[in-house]
């Protein structure tokens, strides 16, 4: 690592199409970040494969997030953008940490009772394990901070107590990690139900997401169907989730203040504002898909930057990992 930045660290799961809210919630506003920090972004596929996933469908979205980074704006060169499985360091600590990871700490995670939920009898171990992975993904690194929502501050959590743990037993061996909260990025919420976010998971209701590869003209007719209510006024309030959302989402990509965007659709009424909204986001994803398109299909290129980042991941996973080894006392 070059001069003496602080590691910021964060991971995505290959686990479905990247939404709408993922981009302005995050990768938009990344390369901000790089001067600041040495920013290391993980593509999450050992995380994936905790539910049941279709190898040709992890392989193609793994390599669309990848594409979306780079189509989006993000800089190869300046930050380290990897994917997870070609890193066998992850795999090992979290090995590793898992003798140093309890029962009880894993079985409170709120997550893993939601997700566990879903899968009937058998319980795959490695979603119960999954944040014992995801604290050898931070703590690999010697990050200092973890840009992520609050639905993964309890893991966050869990990796700072992992860290301290085992720095108390064999001296400083992590660096302990604390949650960043992003300057700026905007919580987007589903479109029909808007007080809920917007994830990429949730594909029982197509309309409620809008996703980063959808056709310009879906995306334009899901914000005119979104869910508002009907007094017909463009307020930023907690009462009206509806109007809020799309109030957000119109600043994220505008980059105004919420009380500039509410003076500038004084007077509006929905069927107009939707209008304007839709506008906004399909130019802001016009050229990201054409970028993607042209950036997909230069295998080449794509495979490079693969190669690229595993080696740059690699080397510094694998300075944690060493340590970590000579400590337990493997020779
Ligand atoms: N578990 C995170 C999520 O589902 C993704 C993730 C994996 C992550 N490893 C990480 C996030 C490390 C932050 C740091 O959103």
């Given at each position: 690592m070059l001069e003496n930045k602080k590691v910021l660290f964060s991971g995505m799961q290959p686990s479905g199409r990247p939404t709408l809210g993922n981009y302005l919630g995050a990768f938009k506003n990344w390369n901000s970040l790089q001067e600041e920090y040495d920013c290391i972004y993980c593509i999450a596929d050992l995380h994936a494969i905790t539910v049941r996933q279709d190898p040709s469908m992890l392989r193609k979205y793994t390599k669309e997030l990848l594409a979306l980074y780079l189509a989006a704006g993000l800089d190869n060169e300046k930050n380290t953008i990897y994917i997870q499985s070609n890193v066998s360091a992850h795999a090992e600590l979290a090995w590793i940490l898992n003798c140093y990871s309890y029962m009880g700490e894993l079985s409170r995670m709120t997550q893993f009772k939601d997700k566990s939920q879903k899968q009937g009898q058998n319980i795959p171990t490695g979603l119960f394990n999954y944040p014992v992975l995801q604290a050898a993904d931070i703590l690999l690194y010697q990050t200092s901070v973890v840009p992520v929502g609050e639905d993964q501050r309890q893991h966050l959590e869990l990796a700072r107590d992992i860290a301290i743990r085992f720095n108390n037993i064999y001296g400083?061996?992590?660096?302990?990690p604390e949650m960043y909260i992003p300057k700026v990025g905007a919580k987007?919420?589903?479109l029909q139900n808007p007080t809920k976010k917007m994830s990429k998971s949730d594909a029982d209701n197509e309309n409620n997401v809008i996703y980063l590869l959808d056709d310009l003209k879906v995306i334009a007719n899901k914000i005119k169907r979104s869910?508002?209510?009907?007094?017909?006024?463009?307020?930023?309030?907690?009462?009206?989730?509806?109007?809020?959302?799309?109030?957000?989402?119109?600043?994220?990509?505008?980059?105004?203040?919420?009380?500039?965007?509410?003076?500038?659709?004084?007077?509006?009424?929905?069927?107009?504002?939707?209008?304007?909204?839709?506008e906004v986001v399909v130019e802001?994803?016009?050229?990201?898909?054409?970028?993607?398109?042209?950036?997909?299909?230069?295998?080449?290129?794509?495979?490079?930057?693969?190669?690229?980042?595993?080696?740059?991941?690699?080397?510094?996973?694998n300075k944690t990992l060493r340590k970590v080894k000579k400590k337990v006392g493997f020779i």
């Amino acid at each position: 690592m070059l001069e003496n930045k602080k590691v910021l660290f964060s991971g995505m799961q290959p686990s479905g199409r990247p939404t709408l809210g993922n981009y302005l919630g995050a990768f938009k506003n990344w390369n901000s970040l790089q001067e600041e920090y040495d920013c290391i972004y993980c593509i999450a596929d050992l995380h994936a494969i905790t539910v049941r996933q279709d190898p040709s469908m992890l392989r193609k979205y793994t390599k669309e997030l990848l594409a979306l980074y780079l189509a989006a704006g993000l800089d190869n060169e300046k930050n380290t953008i990897y994917i997870q499985s070609n890193v066998s360091a992850h795999a090992e600590l979290a090995w590793i940490l898992n003798c140093y990871s309890y029962m009880g700490e894993l079985s409170r995670m709120t997550q893993f009772k939601d997700k566990s939920q879903k899968q009937g009898q058998n319980i795959p171990t490695g979603l119960f394990n999954y944040p014992v992975l995801q604290a050898a993904d931070i703590l690999l690194y010697q990050t200092s901070v973890v840009p992520v929502g609050e639905d993964q501050r309890q893991h966050l959590e869990l990796a700072r107590d992992i860290a301290i743990r085992f720095n108390n037993i064999y001296g400083d061996v992590f660096t302990i990690p604390e949650m960043y909260i992003p300057k700026v990025g905007a919580k987007i919420m589903g479109l029909q139900n808007p007080t809920k976010k917007m994830s990429k998971s949730d594909a029982d209701n197509e309309n409620n997401v809008i996703y980063l590869l959808d056709d310009l003209k879906v995306i334009a007719n899901k914000i005119k169907r979104s869910v508002t209510d009907s007094d017909n006024q463009i307020i930023y309030s907690d009462d009206k989730p509806g109007i809020k959302n799309l109030l957000n989402i119109y600043c994220a990509i505008t980059n105004k203040s919420t009380e500039q965007a509410e003076k500038d659709f004084n007077g509006f009424g929905y069927g107009a504002f939707k209008e304007a909204v839709s506008e906004v986001v399909v130019e802001e994803i016009r050229p990201i898909q054409e970028k993607f398109n042209t950036i997909l299909s230069d295998k080449a290129f794509l495979e490079n930057v693969i190669k690229d980042g595993a080696k740059k991941a690699d080397y510094i996973a694998n300075k944690t990992l060493r340590k970590v080894k000579k400590k337990v006392g493997f020779i």
